[in-house]
């Protein structure tokens, strides 16, 4: 019989945190989950680690790639070799507190119109110490897909917080969206796509520990210290994607909410109040937008 949830740890060289992170997600109060970890071709000590977990607890899945294909790729994999009913990605450095998995779970099995069950962020430091938290506002329990996804337009920039996608998602949900593309930011994509399909259910409490330290990809990115051409370049090795893909991921966000909106089963009203919607965000990030037409 298939666990009622499945777990994807994607993973490329994350070996100084892993086992605090499979330790917490092996230590949730529910119990029937599997645990898939995929490994996009890590150099360091990954495998091992990856491997001693696999032989300890039979509900440990061990997949690797043997050339890196992008963090992307390596998310997205995951969704298509679970095998559980519900479905939650965890970041191979951050944590969970025991009870987010049932948490969630008892959301999803009480109201058959909620598609993502999610709590609220704690920041962590390498230490372990708590540096703040985060209610990241993915609450989005309108009844009307038109308000559920003009609250994600809204809310959902390339460079907003997406921690909703650490929560629990009906897998069948899921796989009617495109997952996550090769742009920075894209985890606002599926986020959208799953707000026609259903609702988000924030639980307050702060069970999700992200951590924040000196090797994740958001302190590694040169965009941050102002340098638009070494971003481009880490971007294209992090996403393994174009430049047309990872250049301009405000314009490639507000592309794909366009697309969205325009295959949605809404009335027609509501389309056009949703293109407004991006084209008031539009207004309000016309600098970020026209940074990213310009040359490099």
């Given at each position: ?10 993973v ?18 529910y ?18 680690i ?10 440990v899945r061990?997949?690797?790639s ?27 450095d ?8 049932a ?8 109201d058959?119109?909620?598609?993502l ?19 990241p ?11 559920r996804l ?11 917080n ?6 629990v ?5 899921l796989?009617?969206t ?10 606002k ?6 707000s026609?399909l ?22 590694n ?11 481009l370049e ?8 174009s430049?047309?893909e990872i ?22 009203r ?24 310009r040359?490099?």
């Amino acid at each position: 019989m298939n666990p009622r949830v499945s777990i994807g740890v994607p993973v490329y060289n994350g070996a100084q945190f892993l086992r605090a992170t499979l330790d917490s997600l092996l230590a949730q109060t529910y119990r029937d989950f599997e645990l898939i970890i995929s490994d996009n071709a890590s150099t360091d000590d990954t495998g091992l680690i990856c491997a001693e977990y696999a032989a300890r607890d039979a509900r440990v899945r061990y997949v690797r790639s043997d050339v890196n294909l992008g963090a992307a790729w390596n998310i997205n994999r995951l969704v298509g070799l679970a095998t559980g009913e519900y479905f939650k990605w965890a970041m191979a450095d951050d944590s969970c507190r025991p009870e987010l998995v049932a948490r969630c779970v008892e959301v999803l099995d009480r109201d058959p119109g909620v598609v993502l069950a999610c709590v609220r962020t704690v920041f962590i430091d390498e230490s372990d110490r708590v540096v703040r938290a985060l209610d990241p506002g993915w609450d989005l329990q309108s009844e009307t897909p038109y308000e559920r996804l003009r609250q994600v337009i809204y809310a959902g920039g390339h460079w907003v917080n997406a921690d909703a996608l650490a929560g629990v998602m009906r897998k069948s949900a899921l796989l009617q969206t495109a997952l996550l593309p090769r742009y920075q930011g894209g985890d606002k994509r599926p986020l959208a796509e799953l707000s026609l399909l259903g609702k988000f259910v924030e639980i307050p409490e702060y069970l999700y520990l992200r951590r924040i330290h000196s090797a994740t990809s958001g302190a590694n990115n040169p965009e941050f210290a102002g340098d638009k051409a070494r971003a481009l370049e880490w971007m294209a090795e992090f996403f393994k994607g174009s430049r047309a893909e990872i250049a301009r991921p405000t314009w490639n966000l507000f592309g794909d909410h366009v697309r969205i909106i325009a295959r949605a089963r809404l009335p027609s009203r509501h389309k056009l109040a949703l293109f407004g919607a991006i084209a008031q965000v539009a207004r309000w990030n016309w600098r970020r937008l026209i940074n990213e037409l310009r040359p490099v």
